[in-house]
């Protein structure tokens, strides 16, 4: 059989400049050159397409030679079992293995939402490890396939050989997995002080084993919050990552209420300080300077308590009395 040498560059279509000096590439995907046979690169552009049983190889040709003789005048064919359809192959960009090996996964041990984590690639004979984050950046247009699965249930790990359309060589792709649920993740850069938006966020499947108790697994506990940190693509928020959107900036002039039955003094305040809803903050009469404290309401308006009522009373020259 004719052996053709070809490089594995020359293989990896579109590939940008930068990338073929990306380590990630020339140590994971390329190498000085790869035996291929021609048969071998043949049977992977054939496998590349969907295979299809062909209806016609379910129908009884009668002019076929292999048909029975015939019977009064009629030929009979012969029963001629039906090919079996070989099974589809699911190639996939190398930057995309999790997910396919998610879906892999979940059809062997039969759950519905799996997740995976802490993923890996290795060259087959290699000694380099990649991470996931790193491999989305390699631009390569060939797909793969997955050549071999292993998964240990007890310790929840994966070890699964990828191999691409054309070339010899195979990547070992290796990490966690486990019972997952849809929570909602950061979809782009969040900086510290914004506020999050539906915009900011997508439903995922999330291993559980990696959930802690104080991560936020509902949405509406995330939307309209403010970051806490700069929260980046893919973070899991945890409670401490986000808090109540400041409705409240220092120096800003509110309005503060005290009511008493059915009494309410209003008056104008400035803030001493940034406050959320549910905040104790410390203020200042704008009139006299007085300071007192009182909570920030959902209105932006601050509430005084009762124990500041005397601080109250001095509005009442300024304002209404209902």
């Known amino acids: 059989m004719a052996l053709v040498l070809v490089s ?31 048969d071998d690169a043949k049977l992977d552009r054939e496998n590349s397409q969907d295979i299809r049983l062909n209806a016609a190889n379910n129908e009884m040709n009668v002019n076929d030679p292999l048909a029975e003789a015939p019977v009064n005048g009629v030929v009979m064919p012969k029963k001629v079992a039906a090919k079996k359809a070989e099974p589809v192959v699911k190639r ?13 996964i979940s059809e062997q041990v039969n759950e519905k939402n799996i997740g995976v984590s802490d993923v890996n690639f290795k060259r087959v004979g290699g000694t380099r490890v990649f991470g996931m984050e790193q491999v ?12 071999h699965l292993d998964i240990n249930k007890d310790s929840e790990e994966f070890t699964a ?16 997995f486990s019972a997952g649920i849809k929570i909602p993740l950061i979809a782009k850069t969040v900086n ?20 802690t108790d104080d991560s936020i697994v509902n949405v509406s506990d995330l939307i309209g919050k403010s970051a806490t940190k700069v929260l980046t693509k893919g973070t899991a928020v945890k ?13 800003a002039t509110v309005s503060a209420i005290y009511r008493n039955n059915n009494i309410e003094i209003k ?18 009469n704008y009139d006299t300077g007085k300071g007192f404290k009182a909570m920030v309401k959902e209105d932006g308006s601050v509430a005084i308590e009762i124990n500041n009522g005397g601080m109250a009373l001095n509005y009442a020259a300024s304002t209404n009395v209902n």
């Open 8 to 38: 594995a560059k020359a293989q990896a279509a579109n590939l940008q400049p930068e990338t073929l000096n990306d380590p990630v590439f020339n140590e994971l995907i390329e190498s000085p050159s790869e035996e291929v046979s021609s």
């Open 267 to 284: 008056a104008l305040a400035i803030a001493q300080e940034d406050g959320s809803v549910g905040d104790i903050i410390n203020l200042k």
């Open 92 to 104: 996939f960009l190398l930057g995309n293995s999790d997910a396919a090996i998610r879906d892999e």
């Open 136 to 147: 989305k950046k390699v631009i390569l247009s060939q797909k793969f396939a997955i050549q």
């Open 192 to 211: 510290k002080g914004n506020t999050i938006t539906q915009e900011d966020i997508e439903l995922k499947i999330y291993p559980k084993n990696k959930l």
């Open 161 to 176: 050989i990828v191999k691409p359309q054309i070339g010899a060589f195979e990547i070992e792709v290796s990490g966690k």
């Open 239 to 251: 409670k401490d990552d986000v808090k109540t959107a400041l409705l409240i900036r220092k120096n």
